[in-house]
């Protein structure tokens, strides 16, 4: 069995789509399949549409990312754990290729990233630059990462001392255990924070992670950019 494990919080707008996009990717796929969604303490309909939807809804309450997919994989029951965030759409290449590299011997991987609809120009260069640096360095973007139950077992999970940067820890953990694979086709995710964010707001955050290391990378107080619930109104 393969298991998608989708973190959200106040995602009614962008989840319906996700799902749907797993639904379609899977359709025709040999294996059986299920879809758990995590929801962490949503003020919105994420848990409604996600039922509706299909998937299992499980509810905690902590507000941050590590441990809300450290709570999908514990109920989970496939023998292929996909964690795929809440505003991401993946396809059957995605699964395809990630279960072939698993089965050849790979711990896991992530996939390159596109990002969805207009996105100011200083934004572009800046996601283009990132990709270039971080999936060089053979990292997992936390949009889309793909493992074993076994190996997620071994490497313990996220480390839910991190607000921020637990797939780096993770993407890490993993290329201790085997290879790292980082798929060519690229995930499909929201470029909402370069919309509704300045560039001063963005480089401001991401300068004070740097100079501030593990210790702000340990406070959600610290990680505004992040954890303040920001949504977009409509799609984009």
């Known amino acids: 069995m393969i298991s998608f494990i989708v973190p959200a919080y106040n995602e009614e707008l962008e ?3 996700t799902i ?7 359709s025709g796929a040999a294996q059986a399949y299920e879809i758990i969604v995590v929801d962490d303490a949503s003020t919105d309909a ?12 499980l509810s905690i309450h902590r507000r941050q990312i590590a441990a809300v997919r450290n709570a999908g994989a514990r109920v989970a029951q496939g023998e292929y754990l996909f964690f795929v965030d809440a505003d991401t759409r993946i396809n059957r290449t995605h699964i395809m290729e990630a279960i072939a590299a698993m089965e050849s011997g790979y711990a896991g991987g992530s996939a390159r990233v596109v990002i969805d609809g207009f996105v100011p120009l200083w934004g572009r260069i800046l996601v283009r630059v990132f990709c270039a640096l971080y999936f060089g360095l ?3 973007a936390g949009a889309f990462l793909f493992t074993t139950g076994r190996n997620f077992n071994a490497v313990g999970g996220f480390d839910e001392r991190y607000f921020i ?3 780096v820890y993770f ?4 290329r201790k255990l085997g290879r790292f694979k980082v798929l060519r086709e690229p995930i499909l995710t929201s470029g909402r924070k370069l919309r509704m964010y300045s560039a001063r ?10 100079i501030g290391g593990r ?15 920001k949504r977009e109104k409509r799609a984009a």
């Open 20 to 26: 749907a996009a797993i639904h379609a990717a899977t």
């Open 215 to 229: 210790r702000v990378a340990r406070s959600r107080a610290k990680l505004h950019l992040w954890y303040d619930g």
């Open 138 to 140: 053979n990292l997992g």
């Open 165 to 167: 940067g637990e797939e």
């Open 15 to 17: 989840l319906s789509s």
């Open 201 to 210: 707001q963005i480089f401001a955050n991401f300068f004070a992670v740097i």
């Open 46 to 57: 994420t848990p409604e549409i996600a039922a509706q939807a299909g998937a299992r809804v």
């Open 171 to 174: 993407s890490l953990a993993l």
